[in-house]
């Protein structure tokens, strides 16, 4: 991670207990990963750092917003995003990070870098289907709503439908409702 070096964390240096790192996280930063989902992107990112002897516990608080396509009308909003999580790192004798919530880092290390998981973890707080506030509550005004509301199907029509039924599968019916009722015999 050269290129986000802000992102390290020197923890030989630091004294035992508490200390407040402080992020904006914005669209360069997913650029760094090729990530392009974001048209713009504005995080804040709180970061309590506990060192303790053997390990390090990392909570962190995400708050602000990405702006993102509608996958119903492709209008661009901004999806809130407002995340805590929670990392413990410890010691061992070779990187793992298989554990989504524990990472373990090799003995000789002297930094963590956080890039990563703060990646991971606003690109995983997005929904599958991002859909605009606006469509749910009626307020959108946009051309593929209204194409949409054009060929939606509606319930009315397809009773009417329903009820007219040509008279000649009526009697198909019957057939098949004497068929069910017969013991079998002819």
Known sequence: MKD???FDISF?????????FEYTIENKFFNFFDYDEFYNSNIKVNLSF????????????????????CD???????????????LI????????????????????DYKLNIAHYIYETVVLALPLKRIHPGVSDGTLQSEVLEKLKELEINKEEIEIHNKEIDPRWNKLKNILIDKNTSNGTS
Do not use: C, H, R
Not at 12 to 20: A, E, H, R, V, W
Not at 89 to 108: D, H, Q, R, T
């Open 89 to 108: 790192v410890k010691f061992g004798e070779a990187f793992n990070n298989e554990n989504e919530e524990l990472l373990i880092i090799p003995y000789s």
């Open 72 to 86: 119903v009308t492709n209008e661009l909003f901004k999806y809130p995003i407002e995340i805590s999580s929670e």
């Open 50 to 69: 506990v060192k303790k002897p053997t390990l390090f516990e990392l909570n962190f608080t995400f708050l602000g917003w990405v702006e993102v396509a």
């Open 12 to 20: 030989i240096g630091l004294k035992d207990g508490n200390t407040q």
């Open 4 to 6: 986000l070096k802000e």
